[in-house]
């Protein structure tokens, strides 16, 4: 499957293999989702041994948007595709951009945020995903305090714009003045 490579301001240009867009640097769009069970505790993902960053935690889930799909479809999919879940609504959190080296060449992402609230029990994808744990928020921080080497640099960054959205404060609708 090819995912879809975007410009600078994240307009559809064309798309390709996964690892040739990264080979080449080009940009292309990912989703991430923060899922969350009704006690406020946060699933974490931890990736399986066969794919990139191999056992690190990450986020509940995430993957490219293939050619042909919007951010929400592909997160849609990703859901059902890693977890199991479908029919959960998914609440945008934020999209933002990012670069990073990598071995293979460079990850350019404009990476949509999403969070959701779940009970129902997660079907995991043994090929993808090796084990999850639910983590309340003061827990996650105390784990990335003692030790973020154990996540992915990407959730790391993910985390910190999920934490900065909490912080923002509502835009005054009342028309007062």
Known sequence: MK??????DDNVIGAMSRDKAVQL???VRIVRIFLFNSD???FLQKRGANVDFPNLWDQSVGGHVDEGEDYLTAAEREMKEEIGLKGVKLDEIAKYYTESEYTH???KRFNMLYSATSDTPLTLEPDEV??????SLPGLDKMLADGPENFTRGFI????????????TPKNLSGGG
């Open 3 to 8: 995912v879809v490579i975007v410009d600078k």
């Open 105 to 107: 060449g460079q990850f």
């Open 130 to 135: 090796a084990g999850g744990e639910w983590v």
């Open 40 to 42: 406020g505790e946060l």
């Open 157 to 168: 960054r993910a985390y910190e714009v999920y934490r900065s959205s909490l912080s923002k």
């Open 25 to 27: 640097g080009k940009i």
